[in-house]
C-alpha cells in the first residue's frame, strides 16, 4: 500500500539533539570542533547519524511497505541516543533525559511490532494532557 | 582447484543476486479491515506509546519536561487524538473518503512526532 507521499522532516528533533553538544562537551572534554587535533569527532557523527536518519523519516508513506522504515526510524534513534549516553561524564541529568527517549522509543518500538499482531482498540484510546 | 575457488568467489555474488526474491506479502493480522488498516493502526499504536511513555517518565519525575516542552507534547497528544478519531472512523467503515483523511492525519503525526523538542538539558 501506499500512504499519501508527504515528507515529515526531522528538523526540529534533531536541532534539540544539537543542543546537547555543549553539555557533552563541557562534561565529557570531548572536542567537537575539528580544529582539535585527535579530537573525538563528534559533530561529524551526529552529522553522520542524522543524515542516515532524515531520508528514513521522509520516506515514511512514500514506499510501498513502510514498516521497515519505521522500524528503521525508532532503532536508529535508540543508536544515537545510546551512543550519546556512553558519553563518559555525562551530567546525571542529560543521562535521565536521553535515557527517557531511549525507553519512549524503545516502548513505541515495543507497541509497534505488538500491533502487527492484530487490532487491539487500546490501542487507540485517547490521550490526557501531561500535567 | 585455486582457478575453481576463485572463479566461486567471484560469481558468489552473481548466485546471491540470483537468489533474491520479491518481498513476502505481510499477511493481514486479525481484526484489521485491510493493510492500509493495519499499517496506518501500527504507526498510531507506536505513536500513542511513545508519547504515554513520555508522560509517564514525567509524571515518575524521571525526566523533567519544560513549560515549553509539556506544550508541544500536549499539542502533539491532542493531534494524536484527532487522528485516532478520524483513523478508527476508516477502520469501521473503510471507505476513499476516510482513508484519506486518515492517512492525511497519519502523516500530521510522524511530521509532529518527528519535531518534537527534546527535553531540555540542566547543565
Request: glycine share 6%; net charge neutral; proline share 7%.
Amino acid at each position: 500500500m501506499s500512504t499519501t507521499p508527504t515528507p515529515a522532516p526531522a528538523t526540529g528533533f534533531w536541532a534539540e539533539l544539537k543542543l546537547l553538544l555543549p553539555a557533552i562537551e563541557m562534561a565529557g572534554n570531548i572536542a567537537v570542533t575539528l580544529l582539535v587535533p585527535g579530537g573525538v569527532g563528534l559533530a561529524p557523527l551526529l552529522t553522520g547519524l542524522e543524515n542516515a536518519v532524515n531520508p528514513l523519516l521522509q520516506s515514511i508513506g512514500t514506499q510501498e511497505s513502510v514498516s521497515s522504515e519505521i522500524l528503521n526510524v525508532y532503532a536508529t534513534i535508540i543508536g544515537v541516543l545510546t551512543t550519546l549516553a556512553q558519553t563518559p561524564g555525562l551530567p546525571a541529568a542529560t543521562l535521565a533525559e536521553i535515557t527517557g527517549y531511549i525507553t519512549a522509543a524503545q516502548n513505541a518500538t515495543a507497541a509497534y511490532i505488538q500491533a502487527q499482531s492484530g487490532f487491539n482498540p487500546a490501542n487507540y484510546l485517547p490521550v490526557t494532557p501531561i500535567a | 582447484m585455486k582457478r575453481k575457488i576463485a572463479l566461486l568467489i567471484l560469481c558468489a555474488p552473481l548466485l546471491l543476486a540470483g537468489c533474491k526474491t520479491a518481498a513476502p506479502t505481510q499477511p493481514l493480522a486479525p481484526g484489521y479491515a485491510n493493510a492500509t488498516d493495519q499499517q496506518l493502526g501500527e504507526i498510531l499504536a507506536a505513536s500513542r506509546v511513545f508519547y504515554t511513555s513520555i508522560q509517564s517518565q514525567s509524571a515518575a519525575g524521571t525526566m523533567t519536561l519544560t513549560a515549553t516542552e509539556k506544550q508541544a507534547f500536549n499539542t502533539f497528544g491532542v493531534a494524536l487524538n484527532a487522528a485516532e478519531s478520524v483513523y478508527l472512523t476508516y477502520h469501521l467503515n473503510p471507505t476513499a473518503a476516510n482513508l484519506t483523511a486518515a492517512q492525511t492525519a497519519v502523516n500530521g503525526i510522524q511530521t509532529q512526532q518527528a519535531a518534537l523538542p527534546l527535553p531540555t538539558v540542566t547543565k
